[in-house]
């Protein structure tokens, strides 16, 4: 069933490729810089959010003032204003900010890439800092009403991102027969992939079945190991046509295919009052993100997908057409998600084992794998999909060297 | 309307009710608290084409109408999902959990799913059912239970217990 979507999948992106030549393969990534992860940082969002996009500029070999657009989501704390005047930015033409918190990554490329195939702009930035680590939980300000329908879940204790994704585990577990131990291999085969980057926050600390299993609760049927990090850090990458990026100092790593996804009747993380509470945000963005490709989930050489939590990754492979409904946790057993697996995900880590910075680590890994520089690197990967958070209105990636 | 701070200090062990979050209805919603405190569980749906929906909101989805009613709904239902929270919480809820939170389907109109806690009567505290006891699928009852900022929230009794 999975190989028969797949095929159709093909067919549409062949169908579609006149309609959306403006988008394909016009603009790349040439750049992309990070600061140290860590539970704690000394510097102020600012500062890391400075380095992050410097050392971006850098790895472009492309001057701050040459700077014209800025992109980033929600919950960033500081604003394209003071990026700007900071790093020495020249005229900007366009900024954009995103909404839905990690839903938002892969959008800020797609806003730029849109922006520079459009002729709004030519170089943009796109960054996210964030001191989750040693900052406050955002679930515990209960004067804001976070973008949820809080009046009807908070009062009754759903008050974290863990309890409300908790609950559609659950439920997926119960109509598909999904256990701890698909769920222990997407964590595992996160871990592994830090323990092999020394960036990531848990590079020397291995993760064993019993470590899993005797975890403490989160939210059951949710563990410690079932979430992701909580992290300081910052990341930028630097948007730029093909054509200038192939006068960069990498190989370009082009973006082929850009989507966001808000399904029809979704409630946002408390999905839980339409037909279809398991079809997420990834399914929408899917369709689109596909129709758009040149090739289809089958030719995906590696993925990096929203790992916030653990769930997650069998919805999202669902979602985006690597398996059909119901075997997403089915498709994570014999090491499918391992190096040399069918479909490696989350090489750097992720947000269970690199760092947890609202999935911007995913972009900037992906683009180190289509150069052949990951830390983890799947021998030969010239196609990466890179998703946003999923349980939220989200957004997805399809980059190629 | 005021909140009771319940981010900061304590051990959280200071009683039951005491710094748990009271609904913040907005306009929409307010007439199912409304309706609540009336002990009825009533759901908005279309005057025009008589769809229920939930949460409430202005207009109907699928005929756009601006007229709506409160249909009353018989208050069963079964759990469609459920998590057991445990720490980190807010104070008040650290001091309940393990407690349970459930999804219940309600038995007429199955695709609304009301959150809710599981009880062993309706001003039970939040671990007063033990969590081996909750299965998807277990029938259940509304109840109404009056918070102490004088709204009333729905909670559910099992049907069997």
Redo the contacts between chains.
């Keep these: 069933m999975g190989a028969t979507r797949a095929t159709a999948v093909t067919a549409a992106a062949q169908d579609a490729t006149a309609t959306t030549a403006a988008l394909k393969d016009a603009t790349a990534i040439a750049g992309i810089g990070q600061t140290p992860f860590a539970k704690r940082l000394p510097e102020s969002e600012k500062a890391l959010a400075c380095r992050a996009i410097l050392a971006a500029l850098d790895d472009a070999g492309i001057a701050p003032s040459e700077v014209d657009a800025f992109a980033s989501y929600t919950m960033e704390e500081t604003d394209e204003v003071e990026v700007a005047k900071a790093v020495g930015a020249g005229d900007v033409t366009f900024f954009s900010k995103v909404g839905y918190g990690g839903g938002g990554s892969c959008a800020t490329v797609a806003h730029l890439a849109a922006a520079i195939a459009t002729g709004q702009a030519s170089v943009g930035v796109a960054w996210r800092s964030r001191k989750r680590g040693s900052g406050p939980?955002p679930w515990?300000?209960?004067?804001v009403?976070l973008p949820t329908?809080?009046?009807?879940?908070?009062?009754?204790?759903?008050?974290?991102p863990?309890?409300e994704i908790?609950?559609?585990a659950?439920?997926y577990m119960?109509e598909y027969g999904a256990t701890r131990d698909h769920f222990f291999n997407v964590a595992l085969a996160c871990r592994n992939r830090a323990n092999q980057n020394p960036a990531a926050i848990m590079y020397d600390r291995p993760l064993t079945r019993e470590m899993y299993m005797t975890a403490?609760?989160?939210?059951?049927?949710?563990c410690l190991f079932d979430n992701c990090l909580e992290t300081d850090g910052a990341l930028a990458c630097v948007v730029v046509s093909a054509e200038r990026a192939r006068d960069c100092r990498h190989r370009p790593v082009y973006v082929h295919s850009a989507a966001q996804g808000l399904p029809a009747?979704s409630?946002g993380m408390?999905n839980?009052?339409?037909?279809d509470?398991l079809t997420g945000p990834s399914w929408t963005a899917a369709r689109r993100l596909w129709k758009t490709a040149d090739f289809g989930p089958q030719d995906i050489d590696v993925a990096q997908i929203y790992d916030a939590f653990t769930p997650l990754i069998p919805l999202s492979l669902e979602g985006y057409g690597f398996c059909a409904r119901g075997e997403g946790a089915a498709f994570t057993e014999g090491g499918a998600l391992e190096i040399g697996g069918r479909l490696p995900i989350n090489t750097g880590g992720g947000g269970l084992s690199e760092a947890y910075v609202h999935g911007f680590n995913l972009i900037t890994e992906g683009v180190r794998q289509l150069r052949g520089t990951g830390a983890a690197q799947v021998p030969g990967a010239t196609t990466c999909l890179v998703t946003a958070g999923e349980g939220v209105p989200t957004s997805a990636l399809l980059l190629r060297s | 309307m005021t909140q009771p701070d319940t981010t900061t200090g304590g051990s959280g062990g200071s009683g039951r009710a005491e710094g748990v979050l009271p609904p913040v209805p907005d306009e929409d919603g307010a007439p199912f608290f409304d309706y609540a405190a009336r002990g009825e569980l009533r759901v908005q749906s279309c005057a025009g084409c008589g769809e229920p929906r939930f949460p409430p909101r202005p207009c109907c989805p699928h005929c756009q109408s601006f007229d709506s009613l409160w249909k009353k709904m018989s208050g069963r239902g079964r759990i469609w999902s459920y998590v057991v929270p445990h720490p980190p919480l807010l104070p008040a809820y650290a001091a309940q959990a393990p407690y349970n939170v459930v999804l219940v389907e309600l038995a007429d109109a199955p695709r609304i799913r009301l959150v809710g806690n599981l009880v062993a009567s309706a001003d039970a505290a939040l671990n007063s059912v033990a969590p081996e006891r909750i299965r998807i699928g277990t029938p259940v009852k509304a109840a109404f239970h009056r918070t102490d900022n004088g709204l009333t929230v729905v909670r559910w009794l099992l049907e069997r217990p």
């Design positions: 939980r515990t300000d209960t004067r009403q329908p809080a009046q009807w879940t908070r009062p009754y204790g759903l008050l974290r863990a309890d908790g609950m559609l659950r439920r119960h403490r609760w989160i939210s059951e049927p949710l009747q409630h408390v839980y009052w339409n037909d509470p």
